[in-house]
């Protein structure tokens, strides 16, 4: 994958504002950038060359197929808005080597601070999940060819919640391989802390 072949995809739920510090880690990078709002707030201030704003409906689903649909690179990096790096990603998207067009790709999790200490367990039982069952979460980041999303079809927008794990199912059904990336990918851990 050479420089200028990623569109990075992000889809923000109505109110949602943790997308603003995701942006600040990756509007450098050499990547077009989709924001995908599930209303109409006017946040063109953030627009620039790199950076697309686009409305729609909410649903998560909705708003990433809507994204992949006018993204202008055929690989595309569905980051959640609360997804960070813990590290700058030095010389991206090169560090991540040769990609396979036939596999997805994610990150090992991470969650972030302020954490609860048994959210260690949930790293290690998501880790298994996408190592053993081939079955990695959507706030792994999923990297992917968008050929391969156009044959599987689309994120589901008929599912009431869980697009990711539908995807991700649908990607193991088709007995393609799934790999990881050579960096974690860090979560907010305010929903598991919450429960």
């Known amino acids: 994958m050479t420089r200028n072949q990623v569109t990075i995809v992000v889809p923000i739920a109505p109110g949602e504002e943790e997308w ?3 942006l600040s880690q990756i509007r ?11 209303d109409d707030s006017p946040r063109e201030d953030v627009a620039t060359a790199a950076v697309h704003i686009i409305h729609g409906p909410a649903g998560r689903a909705a708003q990433i197929n809507r994204a992949v649909r006018i993204a202008s690179h055929p690989w595309v990096w569905v980051l959640h808005a609360d997804s960070r790096f813990e590290e700058p990603l030095q010389g991206w998207p090169e560090s991540f080597g040769k990609l396979d067009q036939d596999v ?6 991470k969650f972030l601070e302020p954490r609860h200490p048994l959210l260690r ?9 996408s190592k053993i069952l081939q079955l990695p979460f959507g706030d792994q980041g999923f990297l992917f060819h968008r050929r391969i ?3 599987l079809g689309e994120f589901s927008e008929t599912a009431p919640y869980g697009e990711d794990h539908l995807f991700a199912w649908k990607w193991r059904q ?10 974690s990918l860090g979560t907010s851990a305010r929903k598991y802390t919450k429960k």
């Open 174 to 183: 088709s007995h393609r391989p799934l790999q990881a990336l050579p960096f």
């Open 121 to 129: 367990l949930n790293e290690i039982g998501v880790e298994f999940r």
């Open 104 to 109: 997805l790709y994610y990150s090992p999790i």
């Open 28 to 38: 450098d990078f050499p990547a077009e950038i989709i924001l995908s709002f599930a």
């Open 149 to 151: 999303w156009q044959k």
């Open 20 to 22: 603003a510090g995701l």
